[in-house]
Nanobody, 128 residues
Framework: HVQLVESGGSSVQAGGSLRLSCAAS????????MGWFRQVPGKGRDGVAV???????YYADSVKGRLTISRDIAKNTFHLQMNNLKPEDTAMYYC???????????????????????WGQGTQVTVS
């Protein structure tokens, strides 16, 4: 099993920056895809950024050029660098991972969060 723990959520002013981190433990060798998703009250969970071990990436149109997903291999940690934050970025952010499966792409995972396998507990980002 994989366990995920997010950190880095906070309250910031519009135009500011945050860096979210997701520390993975357990059977980390099973991880092929890693991603960030967000959810606001009353709505479903949306894909923000997803990357694979082959460094393919998916970004939601609303975050392209502002948010960047990256991975620290040595620390089994992946990050979401968030720049030029906007009030509409306010949400609970979740990290998630998935193993390699035939036919799965970063795009399919970004658009269908239910396909992710393991989830963290979430970290709140508030932009005002």
């Amino acid at each position: 099993h994989v366990q995920l723990v997010e950190s880095g959520g906070s309250s910031v002013q519009a135009g500011g920056s945050l860096r979210l981190s997701c520390a993975a433990s357990g059977n980390t060798n099973s991880i092929y895809f890693m991603g960030w998703f967000r959810q606001v009250p009353g709505k479903g969970r949306d894909g923000v950024a997803v990357m694979s071990l082959s460094v393919n990436t998916y970004y939601a149109d609303s975050v392209k050029g502002r948010l960047t997903i990256s991975r620290d291999i040595a620390k089994n940690t992946f990050h979401l660098q968030m720049n030029n934050l906007k009030p509409e970025d306010t949400a609970m952010y979740y990290c998630a991972t998935a193993p390699l499966r035939f036919g799965t792409t970063v795009g399919s995972l970004g658009s269908t969060p239910e396909k992710m396998h393991t989830w963290g507990q979430g970290t709140q980002v508030t932009v005002s």
